[in-house]
């Protein structure tokens, strides 16, 4: 949850039906300030600033600048399991019209079940790719016979999973790549990105590689997990270990 909350920079990316881009002015322990602009981004500014009180188990979203400043959403917190939260979130605007308060209390609601939604998924799929890296890394990479070459090629593009890790082979101008279908940022899922010129961008903060390189093409500095190589087996093509 935390880890969520403290991520500014999944919201024009994972959010990117409501948010067009960001911009962080600043953050720490306390939480984090950004210049937002919602979708489809011809719309002013608004700076959003969310306070988190870990200990409190609270953290409150507040529109500081631009269109609904004065707003707060203000989210609490209980712990009921390893695996259950219980979440209370209240609305808070400026408004004294009881008509027009509750048509906006019912916008807002409709933007937080959807966002959260988004979030909740995005969560749930890094724990269990982390579970998945720790399970997997204690594994032995095998040897995988994928098929003839003109079977392979028709079927493409094609998951497969090696020593615990998820790669992609696709068709790059008439080549084949395999490269990692998990991001290295925060383990998103690469499976369904779209291969443009060459690079694919996660889903989760719009990273994005070259999958034939495996490099960040956006200077993150970032590499894609080594892919196994991708070699001829008795008349099959084959990943073995890298
Ligand atoms: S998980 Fe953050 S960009 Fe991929
Ligand atoms: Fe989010």
């Known amino acids: 949850m935390w880890e969520n909350v403290f991520d500014w920079e999944h919201l024009p990316a994972l959010h990117d039906g409501q948010f067009h ?11 984090w300030r950004a210049q937002v602009v919602n979708q489809p981004g011809d719309g002013r500014p608004q700076v959003i600033e969310v306070r988190a009180d870990r200990a ?5 979203s507040a ?3 631009g269109p609904g400043a004065g707003s707060e959403v203000r989210t609490r ?3 009921l399991a390893p695996d259950r939260t ?6 808070h605007v400026p408004e004294s019209d009881p008509a027009r308060l509750a048509m906006i209390g019912e916008r807002y609601r409709a933007i937080y079940v959807r966002l959260w939604d988004e979030d909740e998924a995005m969560m749930v799929e890094r724990e269990r790719a982390l579970a998945a890296r720790r399970a997997g890394r204690a594994g032995t990479p095998e040897t995988v016979l994928l098929g003839a070459p003109e079977a392979v090629r028709s079927a493409l593009p094609r998951l497969v999973e090696v020593g615990g890790s998820r790669f992609r082979i696709v068709e790059v101008d008439g080549e084949l790549v395999v490269h990692a279908a ?25 990273y994005a590689f070259d999958v034939r390189t495996g ?4 200077g993150r500095g970032l590499t894609l997990e080594a892919p196994p190589r991708l070699v ?11």
């Open 232 to 242: 001829m087996v008795e008349g099959q093509l084959a990943l073995v270990p890298a």
């Open 215 to 218: 490099r960040s093409t956006d």
């Open 86 to 91: 219980g979440i209370d979130v209240a609305f």
């Open 77 to 79: 917190l209980t712990p």
């Open 182 to 206: 998990t991001c290295p940022h925060w383990l998103g899922p690469l499976e369904t990105a779209e291969v443009v010129d060459g690079c694919v961008r996660c889903p989760w903060h719009d």
């Open 21 to 31: 881009s960001i911009a962080l002015l600043d953050s720490g322990d306390w939480g």
């Open 56 to 60: 409190a188990g609270a953290y409150v």
């Open 63 to 65: 529109t500081v600048e």
